[in-house]
């Protein structure tokens, strides 16, 4: 007589011995006592049993290799043009700061990509560094929780980050600025990367119901002061890493199985960059 196997909610986190994924607390799971091992519920469904193949992508990758390229192309230049002294004027010399904010945006997506990757142990999906296709513009990481999808945006400018309402007597116009310069452009870059997942979950079933909030993380030490809040224009949420987590961490309606599922999806459609 076979023994009928019915899930739990379970008490801690756990990982699923068929298929490798995370199962945070409370997830609908087969707990295994002999064994001591947790089984998804997809897995005992027998719609996977071995991971999916994903490429979670490198945090910072491709804003790195663009550095990269440019850093080599300006010391090969210096070389060619100057055959006795071109060394001695790369030694000497900088790159110009158009080259330089590849690399300071890299490891700010790279530090900023370390810490998401920390919530995969809470049952939380993390991609980074996405391509999307048709466009030369990427997406830097996508999260995938309870709460939702978070598209993510790392920006390691200098300067505080405020709201200042431009509008006249009678118009309210909210606007982005850092260090006192208007950087509004940033919001509807972020509306586009927005679009682009939701159009790589058109195929899910959850792709009407479950929320994909943008959010711009701004990492430098003097971007927020104690008593900053959180900032929103429209459905635009600018923050710092800590408050970014805790919304990553809030919890909602979505279970584990459909993480997955949003994460296949996506991954599907957005290739690493």
Known sequence: MSIVERPIRLRYAATCSSCGAALAPGTRAVWRRVERVAICDRCVGGERTQPAEI?????????????????????????????????????LSDDPQSTTAWGIGAE?????????????????????????????????????????VFVIDTKRYRGR???RDVGGWLTSDLQLFVAGRNRSKLLAGMAR??????RSLAGTPESASVPV????????????????????FG???????????????????????????????????????
């Open 55 to 91: 490429d979670r992508g490198t945090p910072g990758g491709s804003a790195r290799r663009e550095w990269q390229r440019r850093h080599d192309r300006r010391e090969q230049h210096i070389l060619t043009e100057h055959r006795h002294l071109g060394r001695l004027l790369v030694a």
């Open 108 to 148: 700010g997506e790279r530090e900023l990509g370390e810490s998401l990757n920390r919530l995969r142990r809470d049952g939380i999906a993390v991609v980074h560094d996405r391509r999307i296709p048709g466009s030369s513009a990427n997406i830097d990481h996508i999260a995938i929780g309870q709460a939702g």
């Open 161 to 163: 980050v405020e709201s």
């Open 193 to 198: 990367q927005a679009e682009a997942v939701r």
């Open 213 to 232: 909030t943008p959010v711009i993380v701004f990492v430098s030490d003097d971007n927020w002061s104690l008593f900053s809040r959180p900032l929103r």
């Open 235 to 273: 459905d635009v949420h600018v923050v710092w890493g800590k408050k970014l987590g805790e919304m990553i961490r809030a919890r909602g309606p979505v279970d584990t199985t459909t993480i997955m599922r949003l994460e296949e999806a996506i991954t599907r459609a957005l290739p690493a960059a």
